[in-house]
């Protein structure tokens, strides 16, 4: 399905995946009619239970266990910082995108994370939190961001490797969670895996384009291959054996596969997209297992991806510094617009 | 008959406008202004990519968007002196963006009913867009100019750091349907009307200053880099 496409630009590169968006969103509409259930306690539960049984939708007026309600905040929050930090790796080349179209392409792709990160955001708030809430608790570093956003574009290449790689991984994981049992998540993942398939075609067209380029060129897609792989694999979390959220969030159908499933089916995918750009893996041990009908690959470096995590990665310190230089420098701005909102209602009032 | 020079004019300044504006990526006051901001660059740099094709096809060397784009040095740039100033706050983005767009959108309309006919079909898109421009400058010249004491100061600091690059939007080439010079009445009584409404005053008119147009060459050196390092490459 998803591995054999980009045959070219208009062969429905994400036929099967975008299939699954839509088949989603159908689910959604029919789910958005059910009325609010009231009652004691174990009624609610089990209430709670029979929808999530029955592959339903858990709306904000229903009541939800206390821990699905935590975990959704700090699952979409994180989703939504790293739409916000994930910006600033590929906003630091639009100002030097290497022709007009692909600056526009660029400028367009940055601002469609901007608009990820304020649809995640709403998504959160159904929860009963603010988004001024969630802001603060990235700018203090109690809530984290992916950890691919804290290594660095080193050259125009990078942008291309980033939304083949990093958005396409984004989209394996993301698409299952266009069905996942939250309705507002599952609707903002709809309308976000629409447009991460766009950035993942982008990536692959500036990667394409490179590699059948100049030496020059072909050696700087090869390169940024290279370094975007095993952070792109790393991606997809910690190996199912010690991944601390997986079980419950699978039984409450938030989560639909194991990492390590998303992580063959990312490699699988690939593979064949590899050979079609004319870049190499950069994994010498990864070939076809014709038992398993699937890729054997070299795991990325979890020691590596849990130090990022904490903190030591090669630009977090630089990620949090611009989001709290664009907070801070910002808050004139906002103070003013509060102050000017407060004289028009004086003026109404009056 | 249109001249090379007075469409370079015009796709200059949108071209310097969406290349300052895309600098702002992740810094605005707001995640909506990100958005916003964003939506403006593009519509600029759109702007710039229909003008400069145009110029190119007028002149008849061969030229495309990217080559007069890329391959210009700073002494060929027809764009104002005010696109070019630097944008160190978001005050200066508003105002520059108010004093642009105040031109910009008298500019099309009017292109949009001359005589060129590529120029007024591309006039009549842009002008859709500069009237959103001018309306989201003008909203927030209201709420900072007449915010907290704070925003006033810095807004009106900001229009006066402009101003001694306003005459420049009006000045220039003539070998066009729409002479710049005679829209400056148009732009006055918006700039005007805007910044009274702000609780700003509009600074009294001051000289452009002379000398090395430093800013352009430096933001031609960023945006051109990359390009000129591979001659001849495909991108
Ligand atoms: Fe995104
Ligand atoms: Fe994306």
């Not at chain 1, 994370?113 to 603010?130: F, R, S, V």
């Not at chain 1, 692959?204 to 792989?229: C, F, K, N």
């Not at chain 1, 199912?240 to 938030?254: C, E, L, N, P």
Request: with cysteine.
């Amino acid at each position: 399905m998803y591995g054999n496409d980009f045959a070219g630009p208009d062969a429905g590169s994400d036929g099967g995946l975008l299939g699954q968006v839509e088949a989603a969103e159908a689910a959604l509409r029919a789910a958005a009619h059910r009325g609010r259930v009231e009652g004691d306690p174990a009624a609610l539960q089990d209430y709670f239970d029979a929808v999530i049984d029955a592959d339903q939708k858990i709306e904000p007026r229903d009541w939800m266990p206390d821990a699905y309600r935590r975990g959704l905040v700090r699952q979409i929050a994180q989703h939504a910082h790293s739409e916000i930090i994930g910006m600033q790796p590929e906003g630091s080349w639009i100002t030097r995108a290497p022709s007009l179209k692909r600056k526009a392409i660029l400028l367009a792709k940055v601002q469609d994370e901007a608009g990820h990160g304020l649809y995640l955001y709403a998504a959160a708030e159904t929860l009963g939190i603010t988004r001024a809430e969630l802001v603060d608790m990235l700018l203090d570093g109690r809530q984290k961001y992916s950890s691919i956003f804290n290594y660095p574009t080193l050259t125009w290449a990078d942008i291309g490797a980033i939304g083949w790689l990093v958005d396409g991984a984004a989209i394996v994981n993301q698409v299952p969670l266009c069905r996942c049992s939250y309705g507002p998540y599952a609707r903002a993942m709809i309308r976000i895996c629409k447009e991460e398939s766009f950035h993942q075609r982008q990536g692959y067209e500036i990667l394409h384009t490179l590699s059948h380029g100049t030496p020059e060129q072909h050696a700087m897609a090869q390169d940024a291959v290279d370094r975007w792989w095993y952070p792109s694999l790393a991606m997809f979390g910690p190996p199912d054996t010690d991944s601390t959220h997986s079980a419950q969030s699978m039984a409450w159908k938030i989560k639909r596969f194991s990492n390590d499933d998303l992580r063959q089916r990312f490699v699988d995918m690939c593979v064949q997209q590899a050979g079609v750009l004319g870049l190499r893996i950069p994994d010498p041990d990864l070939r076809w297992n014709s038992e398993r009908q699937a890729h054997d690959f070299t795991a990325p470096d979890f020691d590596e991806l849990m130090r990022v995590i904490k903190g030591d990665g090669p630009c977090n310190a630089e990620r949090m510094a611009h989001r709290r230089r664009a907070h801070s420098d910002g808050a004139w701005v906002r103070e003013a617009a509060a102050a000017y909102a407060a004289k028009q209602e004086e003026v109404v009032a009056v | 008959m249109t001249t090379v020079d007075y469409v370079l004019r015009l796709g200059d300044d949108a071209l310097v406008t969406a290349q300052r504006l895309g600098a702002w990526y992740a810094a605005g006051p707001e995640m909506e202004e990100d958005v916003a901001l964003a939506n403006i660059a593009l519509d600029q740099l759109g702007a710039a990519r229909l003008l400069l094709t145009y110029a190119g096809e007028l002149e008849g060397a061969g030229r495309d968007e990217d080559a007069l784009a890329y391959q210009r040095g700073p002494a060929d740039f027809r764009n104002c002196r005010l696109v070019e100033q630097p944008e160190p706050d978001f005050g200066v983005v508003i105002a520059k963006l108010l004093l642009l767009s105040a031109f910009q959108l008298p500019c099309y309309e009017a292109l949009a009913g001359a005589g060129d006919e590529r120029l007024s079909a591309i006039a009549g898109k842009a002008r859709k867009e500069s009237a959103y421009h001018l309306d989201h400058a003008t909203l927030w010249t209201l709420r900072l100019g007449d915010g907290t004491d704070e925003s006033h100061q810095r807004m009106q600091a900001s229009f006066d750091t402009l101003w001694p690059f306003v005459d420049g939007l009006f000045a220039g080439d003539d070998g066009g349907p729409v002479d710049p010079a005679e829209l400056r009445k148009a732009w006055t009584s918006t700039v005007e009307d805007v910044l009274g409404r702000a609780t700003l005053t509009v600074p009294a008119p001051v000289a452009e200053p002379t000398g090395e147009r430093t800013h352009l060459v430096e933001l031609l050196a960023e945006m051109q880099q990359l390009h000129r390092a591979h001659p001849g490459a495909r991108w």
